[in-house]
């Protein structure tokens, strides 16, 4: 039960939910956000639209950790205008959305812009073999990496408060990789791409995970060098 329990509170957490911190405005938000890939997204599939999406949505994710978690950022005065722990909770609920929307607008990319690419000849059975093999191995990736640090470090909470909050992991997919959840636990971007024959799913897909290995080694490494493992 406990393990099921788990699984689900991961599952919400890197979905834009996080359990213990759920308020009723971010319910609002989470559940708008959702109604609004589901239910509205569908009516606007252009490409011209969904890459508008994905360039707001982008660049409201990625300037958020830029702005913030440097070692000299923006949460410095966030900090010390409502304290540590009220400014934490307020970041990661904006960022939850920024993540929620930066994945969907990765989706949507794919969905707008179906069969412009050249493997909608391939024999099916193939093609729907890689998307499942891709799909399933960022997921399971995604979240078991998620389960192992923890949702706060999956936020940054230890960049935001500029402090080591947990032991660093090396069990799990962390024995093979350095980074997994921005290696192979995006791969699902790609594995949506070719199911909807997208080229453009693709590029995007690979665009986007190149901003977060450039946010990864400008700005949390130093921080894990510097905080986990004693490294100036």
């Known amino acids: 039960m406990k393990i099921i329990k788990k699984f689900i509170h991961t599952l919400l957490s890197i979905s834009g939910l996080i359990p213990e911190n759920t308020t009723l405005l971010r319910a609002f938000f989470w559940l708008s956000s959702v109604a609004w890939a589901i239910f509205l997204l569908p009516k606007f599939a252009r490409l011209d639209y969904a890459v508008l999406y994905f360039a707001i949505s982008t660049l409201f994710y990625i300037g958020l950790i830029f702005l913030v978690l440097p070692q000299q950022g923006l949460r410095l005065k ?13 970041y990661e609920g904006i960022l939850a959305f920024a993540f929620f929307h930066n994945g969907v607008s990765l989706g949507f990319i794919s969905e707008s812009s179906k069969h412009s690419a050249f493997w909608g000849d391939f024999p099916p059975l193939i093609v729907m073999s890689l998307v499942v093999i891709l799909f399933l191995t960022g997921f399971v990736v995604k979240l078991w990496s998620a389960w192992l640090v923890g949702i706060p470090i999956y936020y940054w909470k230890d960049m935001f408060l500029d402090k080591k909050i947990s032991d660093f992991v ?33 590029a995007f897909g690979a665009l986007n995970q190149l901003l977060v290995f450039f946010f990864y080694f400008k700005v949390e490494k130093p921080f894990i060098n510097r905080m986990y493992l004693n490294k100036l």
Do not use: R
């Open 78 to 90: 966030w900090i010390a205008a409502v304290g540590e722990e009220q400014a934490y909770l307020q």
């Open 170 to 202: 090396e069990a799990g997919p962390y024995k093979f990789l350095n980074n997994p959840m921005y290696g192979v636990g995006q791969v699902q971007v790609y594995a949506i791409a070719i199911y909807y024959n997208s080229i453009y799913g693709l």
